[in-house]
């Protein structure tokens, strides 16, 4: 059993870096191709490239962009600009802990290199290896989540946590992938997620383009479908993980997992080691990006919202462990207490195998 999948949000093309657009999606597979690391800094920040694991391929290479364009041949002036390329690509979503750590490897790196030459070497060599663990830690996390994933189940999910949010094959998505793959008939219910639409738009089309039978529902629909028994499971993404469990992940993920909580349907959060943060003690200490309040008061750039109406447009918000069943990594299921499973997944000793205690 091989699991594959045909899209790619973020290439390496020798000298440049490619990546699928996805703001244009589904419309049109429109790609763009940046030779310098501003322009990558900008389709981060517009969320041309989006998804955490996403994001730190896209920003390790946008930093090899950077390193590649410096014109000096003095090792510590060299190292000093990159430090204002990486400075300027962590700065675009302070959120998803991947883009900094990302950076930071790269950065780390590069610090190896005997001379300049060298150090540019290692620059794309670093941001390359980080996008090779990607795919094969998605490919990892989805053999994981398909154990906790019942045959005919019906699976709620939100935002999107695919292909193209993380260079590989995903991750709640990856694990309905690798559930179909072993045989399994999986139903997903996906929740349009606004303001700008990531599983009408992204998940949707994902999950039609390969087959698998996919229902779009309202957002405040959600609990509708729970309470009568219609959801088997919720499965998220993650755009950062604290170390006590709690996790930031798309603005609704937080309602959702009280949702479930409240009708004892499991909540599951699939997400990279990439994507856990020991250094964070609490959720309370993740920063949460708040984006243009033209995101909430226009869909697709036409105004819903009378003129003068104010709106705040948070992106993330913070699931308390204590509503999460289970989350999901390439290294093994972590369950409570999180601020022991998890360390012990970032160390490579696995807790628990598949199935479901909750």
Known sequence: ????????????????????????????????EMRDYLAVANAIREMRVRGAPAIGVAGAYGAALGALAIQTEDREAFLGELHKVIYTLAATRPTAVNLTWALRRVGQAVSRGRDVLQMKSLAVEEAQKIQHEEELATERLGRQGADLIPDGATVLTH??????????????????????????????????????????????????????????????????????????????????????????????????????????????????????DLTLASGDQIPIEERSPEEVTHILGS???????????????????????????????????????????????????????A
């Open 159 to 276: 935002c999107n946590a695919g292909a193209l949010a993380t260079c590989g094959c995903g991750t709640a998505l990856g694990a309905i992938r690798t559930a179909k793959l072993q045989g399994k008939q999986v139903r997903v219910l996906a929740t349009e997620t606004r303001p700008l639409l990531q599983g009408a738009r992204l998940t949707a089309w994902e999950l039609a383009q390969e087959g698998i039978p996919v229902t779009l529902i309202a957002d405040s629909a959600a609990g509708h479908f729970m309470s009568r028994g219609k959801v088997d499971c919720v499965i998220v993404g993650a755009d950062r993980v604290a170390a006590n469990g709690d996790v930031a992940n798309k603005v609704g993920t937080y309602s959702l997992a009280v949702l479930a909580a409240e009708n004892g349907v499991p909540f599951y959060v699939a997400a990279p080691l990439s994507t856990i």
């Open 303 to 357: 105004r819903t919202a009378p003129e003068g109406v104010s709106a705040f447009n948070p992106a993330f918000d913070v699931t308390p462990s204590r509503y999460i069943t289970a989350i999901i990594t390439p290294a093994g299921i972590a369950r409570q207490p999180y601020i022991v499973s998890l360390r012990q997944a970032i160390e490579g000793r696995t807790q628990v195998g598949g199935g479901d205690n």
């Open 1 to 32: 059993m091989e699991l594959r999948c045909t899209v790619s949000p973020v290439e390496w093309r020798q000298d440049r870096v490619r990546i699928l657009d996805q703001t244009r999606l589904p419309w049109e597979q429109s790609f763009i």
